[in-house]
C-alpha cells in the first residue's frame, strides 16, 4: 500500500562506458598534453577537449567523488567504479580558483549535458597556462580496452568508449 517494503531498483551496470566531449573543440590524445604527468599517462589514460568555449560538461555519468578546493579539478566515479579525473588547463592549480565557476558538489549525479564549471578561457590564457580539458581514466586496471575519436567535436557528443573489467 505504501511501499514500505518495496525493494529499491538495483542501478544495471554494464562492461561498457561512454566518453563524452568535455566541451566544443578538438578532441586529442592524451599523449598529446603539454604535461608530462598527463602526456605519458601517470594519471591514466584518456583524453583531452582543446576548448573553443568554457563550459565544461561531464565526461561520463556518475556520481561527484571529489571537488579540488581550488576549483580546477573534479572527480567523477562512474555506475560501474571507474573513476575519472576531469582536470581543467595545466598548471592551473596555481590559479586559485579563480578562473573558474566550478558548480558541482559531492554526491552530485552527473551525466554528459550537466555543467561542471564555467572557466574564463582568456583569464587562464593571461596567466600563461594552456587550457586543455583532461580527462583521465585513474583506476586503469577496470579498463580492458579504451577507444577515442579525435577530432572536433560538439560539447556532450559521444567521442569514445571503454571496455570495463567488472
Same mark, same amino acid.
Given at each position: 500500500?505504501?511501499?514500505? *517494503?518495496?525493494? &529499491?531498483?538495483?542501478?544495471?551496470?554494464?562492461?561498457? %562506458?561512454?566518453? #563524452?566531449? +568535455?566541451?566544443?573543440?578538438? !578532441? =586529442?590524445?592524451?599523449?598529446?598534453?603539454?604535461?608530462?604527468? *598527463?602526456?605519458? &599517462?601517470?594519471?591514466?589514460?584518456?583524453?583531452?577537449? %582543446?576548448?573553443? #568555449?568554457? +563550459?565544461?560538461?561531464?565526461? !561520463? =555519468?556518475?556520481?561527484?567523488?571529489?571537488?579540488?578546493?581550488?576549483?580546477?579539478?573534479?572527480?567523477?566515479?562512474?555506475?560501474?567504479?571507474?573513476?575519472?579525473?576531469?582536470?581543467?588547463?595545466?598548471?592551473? !592549480?596555481?590559479?586559485?580558483?579563480?578562473?573558474?565557476?566550478?558548480?558541482?558538489?559531492?554526491?552530485?549525479?552527473?551525466?554528459?549535458?550537466?555543467?561542471?564549471?564555467?572557466?574564463?578561457?582568456?583569464?587562464?590564457?593571461?596567466?600563461?597556462?594552456?587550457?586543455?580539458?583532461?580527462?583521465?581514466?585513474?583506476?586503469?586496471?577496470?579498463?580492458?580496452?579504451?577507444?577515442?575519436?579525435?577530432?572536433?567535436?560538439?560539447?556532450?557528443?559521444?567521442?569514445?568508449?571503454?571496455?570495463?573489467?567488472?
Amino acid at each position: 500500500m505504501f511501499g514500505f *517494503f518495496k525493494k &529499491k531498483a538495483k542501478k544495471e551496470v554494464t562492461p561498457e %562506458l561512454e566518453l #563524452f566531449a +568535455v566541451a566544443e573543440g578538438e !578532441v =586529442v590524445a592524451i599523449t598529446e598534453i603539454n604535461d608530462p604527468v *598527463f602526456s605519458q &599517462k601517470f594519471m591514466g589514460d584518456g583524453y583531452a577537449v %582543446l576548448p573553443t #568555449f568554457g +563550459v565544461i560538461t561531464s565526461p !561520463v =555519468v556518475g556520481e561527484v567523488i571529489n571537488v579540488f578546493p581550488t576549483k580546477h579539478a573534479v572527480g567523477i566515479k562512474t555506475d560501474n567504479d571507474v573513476e575519472v579525473l576531469l582536470h581543467m588547463g595545466i598548471d592551473t !592549480v596555481e590559479l586559485q580558483g579563480a578562473p573558474f565557476d566550478t558548480v558541482v558538489t559531492v554526491g552530485q549525479r552527473v551525466d554528459q549535458n550537466t555543467v561542471i564549471s564555467t572557466v574564463d578561457l582568456e583569464a587562464v590564457k593571461a596567466a600563461g597556462k594552456d587550457t586543455p580539458m583532461i580527462v583521465a581514466l585513474t583506476n586503469m586496471d577496470k579498463i580492458a580496452n579504451l577507444s577515442i575519436t579525435t577530432g572536433d567535436a560538439s560539447a556532450s557528443s559521444k567521442i569514445g568508449e571503454a571496455t570495463v573489467n567488472l
